[in-house]
């Protein structure tokens, strides 16, 4: 608590990206509905052909009834803009609540009380704009008559902005409806996800508000960048990743121009192994930490050419690998700082020269996994005082058998030169939600982070 508390005196700036989450908690005369609207055979015909996107109501549909039938969970991309329509004439939504690495970000800092919050989101509808929480710390950067200043998000929209809006249906085992003359008992319960990829939606600081980001950075303490696995291969009007990774490359140096200011990529994964080897070498080298999950470090170990360790790590799990693959990870891309997060432990890897302890950054680690524990108990972190409820949250059992593994691991591999250490996640049974607790253990352990560094003077 000591350590949050700290921590909450920080600013912190972060981008880019935000979206909409519209859940739908489905009901078995629902999906008779629009059963009945396409026709069973209609329906079974695009079943068939299986679209892997969704350009037309039918495909949604087909793709619908298959992932209840077999009760797994699924995502397929919506590419055809004008759907937005017919899905809000077609549904009302339970839950609509703020999606997207950023915005999750912003929220979970400003709620904990925290200096002050600037969240910059290129795209900034009505809509997006409420998601965020009424907060007096929370900012958006608006320029005005060629000047910087600072709007709450909820002030800022822009009509006519591009929304994102990624709908999540939630199924439960035993929904039942008919298809033609058979009978569909849903199996397990699970959530079928139509998630929004426009070329509208775009990965980076509109030009007018550039030239103001040294300022920015001088403003704040650090600053936490998400949202690149939003970044097209190609675009129509021409330009390309390529493109986009330049603009990135430029933000971040341009954040880090007035003052050193910290700056920390939130990773997530990118199916599109072209793509993600492009963000890793163009984004990593540039930023001081980064945070992942464990399947995303084997990923990216797989893009850098370390095969045979990348599918060692998604077989076994095992921690001597992970901390293999971290020391790797930070000396290639020269970071201060690399943080994975695994259900079961979350891990630091750091140079020898790290100014904190090992202690200090274990209590980092404390606090991240304590923030989602709390965010996984309650569904969403309101105030500094909701901590608490993380605090009471067990250690997960393995807790003891990580550490052993750990200590192994160190004995038999050189960690000499660097600092290593984990923690065991405290987590929880029986979680609210599961949405967003990655970014809420890498919000908590960055900020953390800055706030030893700052008391140690070396910020
Ligand atoms: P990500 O894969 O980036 O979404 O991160 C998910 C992380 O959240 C995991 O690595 C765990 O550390 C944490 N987590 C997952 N489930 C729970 C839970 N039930 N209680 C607490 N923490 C959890």
Redesign the pocket.
Known sequence: MELLHKARELSIYTAYNTNVDAIVFLKGETVQKLIDEFGATAVRRRMEEYPREINEPIDFVARLVHALKTGKPMAVPLVNEELHEWFDSHFKYDVERMGGQAGIIANLLANLDFRRVIVYTPHLAKKQARMFVDKPNLFYPVVEDRKLTFKHPREAYREGDPIKVNRIFEFRAGTTFKLGSETITVPFSGRFIVSARFESIKIHTKSELRPFLPEIGSKVDGAILSGYQGIKLRYSDGKDANYYLKKAKEDIILLKRKKDVKVHLEFASIQNRELRKKVIYNLFPLVDSVGM?ESEIAHILNALGYSKLSDRIFTYNRIEDTVLGGKILIDEMNLEILQI???YY?MYVTHADNPLSEEELMQSLELA?TL??TR?SLGDIKSPEDFKVGLK?PYNERGEYVKLRFEEAKRKLRTREYKVVIIP?????D?VS?VG???T?SAGAFTSYLALLKEKGEL
């Open positions: 999950d997060h695994t259900i979350i996994t989602a524990a996984a949250v996640t405290r987590l929880v049974k979680p599961t607790l990655g970014d253990i």
